[in-house]
């Protein structure tokens, strides 16, 4: 059976296609089209889908869409009328957003596709996300909890899954609670106050919480309560994003917390404001972190489960996740590789594949590679093209060679096999460097990434060494496998690891395993026989704005606009040439870097 | 590979979708427990409007007529 699952219209647009019952590609609509974000209806991802698996759209057994677009209308519906008359402005806006095309999915996929309407099926968003978790995840049964900002009612639901011995797989959503009241929400609210991009820039907020003290949770318990439920209940006197599309927060919500940052003034955590700001961040994401525990504790003692399955928006934040791992009495957490609306596109996919079809169960291959595979034989002819020098080595060489580069103190990009899902580079499209130095990481921050200071790198170490450097309870590696935990560095290392330890001693390490992905396992081991330490800094392989690169001619562009010194693809590596043309473009860089600096 | 449909054709096969999408609504609303079945006519008519206008939208030769019609 041939189902593919589509993603769209709010963040991150995605499609997936499982084939009987296994999922074979998958990939967001940004890493297509170059627009961070795409939230188009992924037209490039479900070309490239049908064509990596050589099928023709009437050969599609089901097209699933990820969530309920006419229930999703109802909640807007309701929920402006309900606003009336605070919401007199916003209501025409969401009424153009939404029927516009929005709510028109069925038709929007059979015009495009040509599948007929009976072959086009919908699944609950909360759903979507369960299966994501759920069914991508090496368990048979586990507790699931789903957070995220709205689906179509819900933001939060618990349930469980389990995938029976006969080959039947449940799963079963328990309660949820409905919008407006939501984490995602919440969280989102504060990251427009401390002047980031909304559904874009939440880990900003968790990673300028690092520096901040939570002194103000009180002040955030007044905006969110816990009922006697053990649910929570946001008070609305303090938001706006039920009534308006123009802002988030109230002016009570200002009275609160005081002056929202202006998103054009840089954080200098030198001064008060600056430290507010981070106070602010580290109080929201404290309450966040409570009460997730909380819920998953519940959970935990209702279901009397093991496993936790994660999912939605909200288990991208990895401090919550480690102190659910810890706390909240489950042994394992799962959180996938895309956890947000894009792995709905997967999860939609596989939920039509064992719940609405009822196909018996299979395994989930347990990795993030779903995407375009990166070709180095290209690299070597756009480098032959523009007169760079190049090699074409063989593996043990290619690795070698880069582990003297890296120990060397070069920055490199590597793009290595089919392209991750989800928002983390985990191996194959990153840019590698050494983790030692603080000069590292603010060179990388300033000529590479053209990033916020304050935001820390991730290392990625080898599974067999990850508990030497990093103190990781039982389970966390599990949780570090796709990046989703943070962990605190062993005191003793903090120094060797300057460059990806945050200000807190933490670090969102990604714990590999060979199987999941080789090469680059095989070059942490060849590093660590340089270095002492078989780790290294792992970030995506990007620049600010703009999405992961997805093919090698992406990589070989950022790699000429930044300071990246090595590019490696495949079995090809590319240096920087010494060329008048090249020279030119450092000295804007360094200019570019200059005047940032002057500017801080 | 997809077939290219122009902007017109895949109007009307939204159109033509969309009684069932409309329906939907409505009969969800209808079955609501939580009484919102006086939200019927006001979700049908929005979402007839909102169809209307964006088939007019795209074809250019209803352009004339979108002012008539409302």
Known sequence: ?600 | MLKKRGAVQRKVIMLGSSFGSIAELAGGLWRSDSGKRWLVPLAVFLSVTGIVLAVAATVEALAPFVYSIF
């Open chain 1, 1 to 600: 059976m041939k189902i593919l699952g589509v993603s769209a219209h709010y963040h991150d647009s995605a499609a997936a296609l499982v084939i009987d019952g296994v999922p074979v590609c998958a990939v967001q609509e940004e890493r297509l089209s170059r627009r961070k974000g795409d939230a188009s209806f992924p037209l490039s991802a479900i070309q490239w889908c049908l064509d990596h698996a050589c099928l023709e759209p009437d050969a599609l057994d089901a097209v699933v869409y990820y969530e309920r677009p006419m229930l999703k209308f109802e909640r807007i519906l309701t929920c402006a009328l309900r606003a009336f008359p605070h919401s007199w402005r916003a209501f025409p806006k969401a009424m153009q957003n939404s029927l516009g095309e929005r709510v028109w999915v069925r038709g929007i996929i059979s015009s495009h596709l040509g599948v007929p309407s009976s072959r086009i099926l919908f699944t609950e968003h909360h759903q979507s996300h369960a299966a994501a978790a759920f069914l991508t995840a090496p368990t048979r049964r586990a507790a699931i909890l789903t957070t995220d900002g709205v689906g179509e009612w819900a933001t939060l639901a618990v349930g469980h899954g389990e995938r029976k011995p006969d080959g039947n797989t449940e799963i079963t959503l328990l309660r949820e609670i409905r919008f407006p009241h939501s984490l995602g929400m919440l969280y989102s609210t504060f990251t427009a106050y401390l002047g980031f991009a909304v559904n874009e820039d939440e880990y900003k907020v968790m990673g300028l919480a690092g520096y901040g003290r939570p002194t103000m949770v009180d002040q955030v318990r007044r905006v969110i309560r816990r009922t006697p439920d053990g649910a929570f209940t946001l008070d609305l006197g303090y938001f706006e994003f039920h009534t308006t599309t123009e802002r988030s927060y109230s002016d009570r919500f200002v009275e609160l917390f005081g002056p929202p940052r202006n998103s054009y003034e840089p954080i200098d955590l030198e001064t008060a404001e600056g430290q507010r700001f981070a106070d602010c961040a580290a109080s929201v994401q404290r309450v966040l972190e409570d009460t997730l525990v909380d819920i998953a504790r519940t959970l935990h003692q209702e279901t009397g489960l093991t496993d936790l399955c994660l999912g939605g928006g909200v288990a991208l934040n990895g401090v919550a996740n480690t102190r659910i791992l810890a706390e909240s009495g489950f042994e394992r957490v799962f959180v996938p590789s895309a956890p947000g609306d894009a792995g709905c596109a997967l999860g939609a996919a596989l939920y039509a594949d064992r719940i609405h079809f009822h196909n018996p169960d299979r395994d989930v291959p347990d990795h993030p590679f779903w995407g375009p595979p990166a070709d180095g034989v290209e690299l070597a002819r756009l480098a032959r093209e523009d007169g760079h020098r190049f090699e074409e080595l063989d593996d043990s060489t290619l690795i070698e060679q880069t582990a003297d580069d890296l120990a060397a103190g070069r920055v490199v990009g590597w793009m290595d096999g089919a392209l991750e899902l989800g928002p983390r580079a985990l191996g194959h499209r990153s840019i590698l460097a050494a983790p030692h130095a603080v000069a590292m990481r603010d060179r990388l921050n300033r000529d590479i990434k053209f990033r916020e200071e304050f935001r820390p790198f991730a290392p990625a170490v080898s599974i067999e060494a990850a508990d030497r450097y990093f103190e990781l309870p039982p389970g966390g590696a599990r949780l570090a496998r796709f990046m989703s935990g943070v962990f605190p560095v062993r005191k003793e290392w903090r120094q060797r690891l300057a460059a990806v330890t945050h200000v807190d001693g933490t670090a969102r390490v990604q714990v590999l395993e060979h199987d999941m992905a080789p090469r680059l396992h095989t070059l942490l081991e060849a590093y660590g026989r340089r270095s002492g330490i078989p780790v290294l800094l792992n970030t995506s392989f990007n620049l600010a704005g703009e999405p992961i690169v997805n093919r090698v001619v992406e990589g070989y562009t950022t790699f000429r606009r930044s300071g990246i010194d090595v590019l490696v693809a495949g079995q090809t590596r590319l240096t920087k040439r010494a060329s008048p043309l090249a020279n030119a473009k450092e000295e804007v860089t360094c200019s570019r870097s200059v005047e940032r600096s002057s500017a801080r």
